[in-house]
Nanobody, 118 residues
Framework: QVQLVESGGGLVQAGGSLRLSCAASGRTFSLYAMGWFRQAPGKEREFVAQITWNRGSPTYADSVKGRFTISRDNAKNTVYLQMNSLKPEDTAIYYC???????????WGRGTQVTVSS
């Protein structure tokens, strides 16, 4: 089992920045990748970014490329999402996820609210 705890959400004006953190505990040695998803009110949950645990290879949704950066600190078992040039449409609950295989996410955090005001 892997436990995930997110932090760093909040309220920010458009154009501002936030950094989300996700601390993992438990069987982290079994992980292939960790990622971030988000869900806005009335919308489906969508992929934001992921990073492979060993190689640190990032992947981004087109909507956040060039604005968001995902990184990880293996020593701290923590993944970060640096969000710059935030837009009101980035407003959502952001969830940290982790998986042991390609394209699979078995573990989820509780989510952290990000609100971007115009």
């Amino acid at each position: 089992q892997v436990q995930l705890v997110e932090s760093g959400g909040g309220l920010v004006q458009a154009g501002g920045s936030l950094r989300l953190s996700c601390a993992a505990s438990g069987r982290t040695f079994s992980l292939y990748a960790m990622g971030w998803f988000r869900q806005a009110p009335g919308k489906e949950r969508e992929f934001v970014a992921q990073i492979t645990w060993n190689r640190g290879s990032p992947t981004y949704a087109d909507s956040v490329k060039g604005r968001f950066t995902i990184s990880r600190d293996n020593a701290k078992n923590t993944v970060y999402l640096q969000m710059n040039s935030l837009k009101p449409e980035d407003t959502a609950i952001y969830y940290c996820a982790a998986g042991s295989g390609v394209g699979t996410y078995e573990y989820w955090g509780r989510g952290t609210q990000v609100t971007v005001s115009s």
